[in-house]
Nanobody, 116 residues
Framework: QVQLVESGGGLVQAGGSLRLSCAAS????????MGWYRRAPGKQREVVAS???????VYADSVKGRFTISRDNVKNTVYLQMNTLQPEDTALYYC??????????WGQGTQVTVSS
């Protein structure tokens, strides 16, 4: 069993920055993929960014150049540095962990709200 706890969300003005954190605990395998998803009101859930335990990253086109995903394998923590935030980034952000078995674990989410 894996538990994920997100933190760092909040309210910020357009152009501002936030840093999200997600700490994993429990039966976390060394080899895994962690990532961030988001769901905005009236929209489908979408992938924001992901990172493997080896450090390979993938970003959604909409956040390239603005967001940076990173991880600390000792702490089993993944981060999302969000810069030049836009109102379109407003959403509930979820942390996800996936093992090689394809089983997925989700955090409860942290709200990010960007004002105009």
């Amino acid at each position: 069993q894996v538990q994920l706890v997100e933190s760092g969300g909040g309210l910020v003005q357009a152009g501002g920055s936030l840093r999200l954190s997600c700490a994993a605990s429990g039966s976390v395998f060394r080899l895994n993929v962690m990532g961030w998803y988001r769901r905005a009101p009236g929209k489908q859930r979408e992938v924001v960014a992901s990172i493997t335990s080896g450090g390979i990253t993938v970003y959604a086109d909409s956040v390239k150049g603005r967001f940076t995903i990173s991880r600390d394998n000792v702490k089993n923590t993944v981060y999302l540095q969000m810069n030049t935030l836009q109102p379109e980034d407003t959403a509930l952000y979820y942390c996800k962990l996936k093992h090689g078995s394809a089983l997925s674990y989700w955090g409860q989410g942290t709200q990010v709200t960007v004002s105009s």
